[in-house]
């Protein structure tokens, strides 16, 4: 099997190569909207939203070209989501994947604008018969639902605002469990789950990628917790010591807790992908990779 990360590194090129040709497609959009777009979504990203995606639709053996629009629209609605996380009135961070935010670099005003536009252009984009027409219509109608309610009240937006509100309070662990369940972990699972979709699983299969993906999920904000306690800034590439006023697991499971937390999910994560046999390789390969990431 090829090296992890040049499989990491060879699918960030087709994601983003891929985004370049939907954005090419846009007309008559200002320029200060796509220059505003487009620092963003080409920023040092992980890509592992979509990356999962595509990594779960060759585990189940089927190509990836039908996957490809579904995936660059979940990059899109992430992205948005860190514009809008990075704004004064949210998160009132500086920098983002070692770069200032977007707000920094072309006002709030068009920040704002540049998420929405985000937004938006992605279920266009799924939607578009242009890039989905070997799809059928009850295959899209079921993904932009699993997308929407993934990214929104019930969903990633839903636990950014209970982020929000609970910013500077105690809280619990009930709490922590929502947010984190919510803001991060849904958008991954569902990535997984639309990579399961496009390669054809079901029943069984669908439920135990499913638990992947959410396990997975999970662990990926625990890590993003560990690290703003005890990461370097240089390396993860925004500024660190921010979490201290919100709820993470290093506030109320401790940090051997959390660490441990991390260890049980990824282990029960691979247990949910046996069945795929050697084809789960890739698949718990970026489990750990997930789990074990600086940045």
Do not use: W
């Amino acid at each position: 099997m090829r090296d992890l990360q040049s499989y990491i590194n060879e699918k960030k090129i087709l994601i983003e190569n891929t985004l370049r040709e939907i954005f090419a497609s846009f007309k008559e959009v200002p320029g200060i909207l796509r220059d505003s777009m487009e620092y963003m979504i080409f920023s040092d990203g992980k890509k592992i939203r979509p990356i999962l995606a595509i990594a779960t639709c060759e585990a189940l053996g089927k190509p990836i070209q039908n996957l490809l629009p579904f995936a660059c629209a979940i990059e899109m609605i992430h992205t948005y989501s860190l514009i809008h996380d990075d704004l004064p009135s949210i998160d009132n961070d500086d920098l983002r994947r070692g770069k200032p935010t977007c707000h920094k670099v072309f006002g709030e005003a068009i920040a704002i604008l540049a998420g929405d536009a985000l937004l938006t252009e992605a279920f266009r984009i799924m939607s578009d018969k242009r890039y989905t027409e070997n799809v059928s219509s009850r295959t899209v109608k079921r993904i932009i639902f699993e997308i929407a309610q993934a990214a929104g009240a019930e969903g990633m937006v839903g636990g950014q605002v209970m982020d929000v509100l609970y910013d500077g309070q105690e809280g619990s662990k009930t709490i922590v469990d929502f947010i984190h369940l919510h803001k991060t972990c849904a958008l991954i699972k569902a990535s997984v789950r639309v990579g399961a979709i496009i390669g054809g699983a079901k029943g069984k299969e669908l439920k135990a990628l499913s638990r992947y993906g959410e396990c997975v999920g999970l662990a990926f904000q625990i890590v993003d917790d560990i690290l703003d306690y005890e990461g370097d800034e240089n390396i993860v590439g925004k500024r660190l010591k921010k979490d201290e006023r919100k709820q993470t697991y290093v506030k109320h499971y401790g940090l051997t807790t959390s660490k441990l937390k991390i260890e049980k999910l990824i282990e029960e994560a691979i247990s949910n992908i046996h069945f795929l046999g050697d084809n789960s390789i890739l698949l718990k390969e970026l489990a750990l990779y997930i789990a074990n990431r600086n940045s």
